[in-house]
């Protein structure tokens, strides 16, 4: 009766047991499995779920609060983002997640403010609000960033509200982007 | 006797072949501890301290007398990997162990988003501002080691001034001596301004180590 080390199980004979072929290849092929599965883990960790989808037209009716729609996908390595249902990321990994966005208004006369924000299942979680501008131009461009915590099926959105004259308005240049940075379960 | 160059696992020579059984139940617990020690790694790696707090109740309202701590409380932590959940003394937001320290150097990320709504009227174009300040206690008072402060100038839309900011910071090995230190004032004389439910996001985590990446 071979014995074996306590946490991974990895067998070897006791003294005065002949070491026959079996008894290596046991004890090379458990060693393997382990080896090659702590491969496997540490490759899974460096891959973290990401994703980056952006637009460079969303109309903007003044003073509503507008869900951006997205329409290019920069890059998404978890399935997070489906053109079926483009004003989401749809999270298939839990834990907490880096979001960030980014978004311009233009097409209007006067702007008094832009403000855009993350919202996850519906519900702003954080935001960003610019004021006055008198130009359409190249419209008044913010940026935001936060972590939240996410369960699978959480949805992240991207949206957006302006007040001035003019308009309709455009959203231009917006950008959804979420990587995770780890999981939800709690240090031991 | 041999020994591998790396991990120093015992390689027999035929004379020892009475005790290879030996020789293999000590490959054996070297292979598993290296292995142990490899998952902690991976985890410290996928699991970088952090927290994350949201206010659960109004704060102020404040006049425009000066900088008003930010706190949150531990009924505030919405996210946690660190148990227990870092305390909070009085004055301001420490992170980490008791009484205020954070518990490892490294480097850090720490991002803060509020929203300031207006009790009453608004004062156009006035003040609103938050600072982040982290400091390390020295000998002869604080030293400012980093900031991400933000101000901007609200207008009267309903809603609220939205607005934040973010960066990282180094943490040494005086890590007990660090604290964070948020606050916030405005200019709206017109009327006191507060900080409702939920419109106070801040999040802290730790990136990772200062030493230098070693290629082998």
Redesign the interface.
């Given at each position: 009766m071979p014995g074996a080390t306590p946490v991974f199980g990895i067998p070897y004979p006791f003294v005065g047991e002949v070491v026959d072929p079996s008894i290596w290849q046991d004890f090379a092929e458990t060693i393997d499995g382990l080896v090659n599965g702590m491969e496997t883990t540490v490759a899974g960790l460096l891959d973290r779920p990401a994703a980056w989808v952006t637009t460079n037209s969303q109309a903007m009716v003044i003073n509503t609060e507008t869900t951006v729609s997205f329409s290019s996908i920069r890059y998404d390595n978890d399935g997070m983002f489906s053109l079926g249902t483009p004003t989401q990321f749809t999270v298939v990994t839990p834990g907490v997640y880096l979001v960030h966005i980014d978004g311009a208004i233009s097409d209007f006369a006067t702007l008094t403010s832009w403000r855009i924000g993350v919202f996850q299942n519906g519900v702003r979680k954080f935001a960003e609000r610019k004021n006055e501008a008198t130009s359409g131009g190249f419209g008044m461009q913010t940026s935001l960033s936060g972590l939240i915590a996410c369960q699978v099926g959480d949805t992240i959105q991207h949206r957006g509200i302006w007040t001035g004259t003019g308009g309709p308005g455009t959203a231009v240049g917006c950008s959804l982007q979420a990587f995770r940075i780890c999981p939800l379960t709690v240090i031991s | 006797m041999n020994f591998t160059e790396c991990l120093g696992l015992p390689c027999p020579d035929p004379e020892d072949y009475g005790?290879?059984?030996?020789y293999?139940?000590r490959?054996?617990?070297m292979?598993?501890a290296h292995?142990?020690a490899?998952?902690e790694l991976?985890t410290t790696?996928?699991?970088?301290?952090?927290t994350?707090w949201n206010n659960d109740e109004i704060i102020g309202p404040i006049d425009t007398t000066g900088f008003a701590s930010l706190q949150q409380t531990s009924s505030d932590v919405?996210?946690?990997?660190?148990?227990p959940p870092f305390p909070f003394p009085l004055n301001g937001l420490n992170i980490g162990t008791n009484p205020g320290t954070f518990l490892e150097p490294g480097i850090y990320h720490i991002?803060w988003?509020i929203?300031t709504v207006e009790v009453g009227a608004v004062t156009n174009d006035s003040l609103r501002r938050a600072n982040c300040i982290i400091e390390k206690n020295v000998p002869g008072g604080p030293l400012i080691v980093a900031e991400f402060n933000r101000a901007?100038?609200?207008?009267n839309?309903a809603?609220g001034?939205?607005?934040?900011s973010?960066g990282t910071f180094v943490v040494d090995e005086d890590f007990g001596d660090y604290v964070v230190q948020i606050t916030w004032l405005h200019g709206n004389v017109a009327s006191m301004v507060q900080i409702p439910v939920g419109g106070y996001?801040i999040?802290l985590?730790r990136v990772g180590s200062v030493e230098a990446i070693e290629v082998v």
């Open positions: - | 005790a290879y059984a030996l293999m139940q490959v054996a617990e292979v598993e292995l142990l490899q998952q991976a790696f996928d699991m970088p301290r952090t994350i919405v996210f946690s990997n660190v148990q991002g988003s929203n901007v100038q609200a207008e839309i809603g001034s939205f607005f934040g973010e996001w999040w985590t």
